[in-house]
């Protein structure tokens, strides 16, 4: 949770003055997203949302995202579309950051997650990965396989403070990674933090996705072995299968996914969980004590990743 | 600001079916209010306030407060209005939390404040005074001068880490402000709280006044002081003496103040000066660092106490 920037009635109306939203009821900052300062907008036209870039997000990497939404969006994914202004612009600035006003979602995300959304959101997560064919810009992933070396090693130091042996674990784990990474999976955009607090679900179906702000070229694979780490461990970190399975039929509905992709999700998983593991644990060590920002505890995907090493197959993922 | 409670949909659904206020649309956290977790919930039938109250405020004070916004709203002042359930309470239980529903007021509050602010502001406070009258309860205000040499004891040890000097500084002001403190001024239910952020404008008009859960008993012309204190420093803590005046004359077009109201307000300002010194004296020494809450800086308030100890009369604050 965060709003870092504090927008005046002044500049609000003059940066909303160059769209046809009609006029401003009220602006609030909302508790939601912890990269940037987003700011529920009503006019007498409804609700928007208001985001302010903050310095994690590259101001080169804004028109991939704000394009990428707008071709999910008229591929009929329920994701925010970005509105433009009278002059055809979606970027613009606004306090000395880049801003940008994209339409508002209904609905609420999971706090208690169920069965029946991990169904759901499969599918949504398939049609996503659909959806994003033909988009024609490309992103890197910066925080894929190849950036975890380099990751650990600003960690490195301090890791054994956080858990005794961290540090030899996280090597050993990042080099059997490193030699059994698959290659030559099928690909394409990934939104790569399809965590619940991103996935918004209205009358049991899933009404909105939000927050692509870490979107990427990657494996389809990977992003789903991302989303078993994060919808289908339980409070207490024990895996339920019984959602997994269902995530993972929820998503074959709507995109098969091969053989290959199917045998490396073990690998994939592991891999998924060193990559929030390693952020989280960089963010431990290096955000101040007094940051607006809760941080997240890493170990939390060091008991995950513990799992994924005991799996034999994608047979633990409750497949048939 | 602050969310300090996670709502989940089903506990919010569950809530929501004992009010005839539509299905809900979408809730959110909002970063607005310290002391309470506050969320947006809009239904089909438009926004709402979900205030759920943190351990700051005592239960026992919430019909009170609650009581208080009805009686207000009913005199014609834009607060918030508590929605009552199909069993005619309006204050219930969230999440362990005592809860209650209020209607939602359009506005911004002004993040710069400009002379015609004040002048408007003026006269709401004044028309909330009036208001008061024959509301027929009552509540103390446990942080009124009586109650500053028992936080000064609280915070004495620690005081001149802050400023060298201070702990001597606040104990004679304290007797000072005891030995002159005025009686008998026309009192009846103030605020206690109306700093800009709880003062909303749209389209330059007063459109609410919020976050009644300082309101009590008290002179009408403490409140004042209070407000001279947060609405009439520049930032670089200047006094600005043409907000003042638009101030004070905004209220008295709606309520005259007497003549020993007039005299009494630089005392009455050096004591809200120092209440506000106190409690953030107070949340700054005991405040742990990794708080979700930011600590407001104490020594703001020690300089506005410094300008009224020089000030002769009233005239300093631009009567005529």
Known sequence: MAVYTEVSDEDLMAFVSQYDIGSVRFCKGIAEGIENSNYLL???????????????????????????????????????????????????????????????????????????????????????????????????????????????????????????????????EINYLQSVWPSGLPAGVIHADLFPDNVFFHQGDVSGIIDFYFACDDYFAYEIAICLNAWCFEVDLSFNVTKAKRLLNGYRKVREFNDAELKSLPILARGSAMRFLLTRLYDWLHTPDNALVTRKDPLEYLEKLRFHQGVQGPGAYGLD
């Open 42 to 172: 009503t006019t007498d036209l409804g609700p928007f949302i208001l985001t302010l870039y903050e310095k994690r997000v590259k101001p080169e990497d804004l028109p991939y995202f704000l394009n990428l939404m707008e071709h999910l969006k008229a591929a009929g994914i329920p994701c925010p579309m970005p509105i433009k202004g009278r002059d055809g612009e979606a970027l613009r600035s606004l306090c000395e950051r880049p801003a940008a006003i994209v339409t508002f979602l209904d609905g609420m995300w999971p706090r208690r997650i169920k069965p029946e959304h991990c169904d759901k959101f499969g599918s949504a997560m398939a049609r996503l990965h659909a959806a994003s064919d033909g988009f024609p810009m490309h992103r890197h992933n910066d925080l894929s396989m190849p950036a975890w070396r380099a990751l650990f090693e600003q960690t490195a130091d301090q890791a054994d403070t956080v858990r005794k042996g961290l540090r030899s674990d996280l090597e050993q």
